[in-house]
Nanobody, 122 residues
């Protein structure tokens, strides 16, 4: 099992940037794939991107390609989500998740953080 704690959310104007962090503890972090998901009010949880346990490859949903970047530092047991050129439609609670598979399906992830709110104003 992996315990996950996200941070870095906040309020930003459209076009701005935020970097989310997710610190892991417990199971060996360097052996798990890490995904980012988001959930807007009244919406289902949505896949954002995933990074393999090696740091490469990464995979993103189309709506964030070219704007968001996932990276990880296994020595710090931390995964990051750099979000640039933010849009109001990016407003959501963002979650990191750990899993054995390099997939977009939330059901395949075993451990989840508590989430951090990102609000983008127009």
């Amino acid at each position: 099992q992996v315990q996950l704690v996200e941070s870095g959310g906040g309020l930003v104007q459209a076009g701005g940037s935020l970097r989310l962090s997710c610190v892991a503890s417990g199971r060996t972090f360097s052996s798990v794939n890490m995904g980012w998901f988001r959930q807007a009010p009244g919406e289902e949880r949505e896949f954002v991107g995933v990074i393999s346990w090696r740091g490469k490859p990464t995979y993103y949903t189309d709506s964030v390609k070219g704007r968001f970047t996932i990276s990880r530092d296994n020595a710090k047991t931390t995964v990051y989500l750099q979000m640039n050129n933010l849009k109001p439609e990016d407003t959501a609670v963002y979650y990191c998740a750990a899993g054995d598979l390099f997939v977009a399906d939330a059901r395949s992830y075993d451990d989840w953080g508590q989430g951090t709110q990102v609000t983008v104003s127009s």
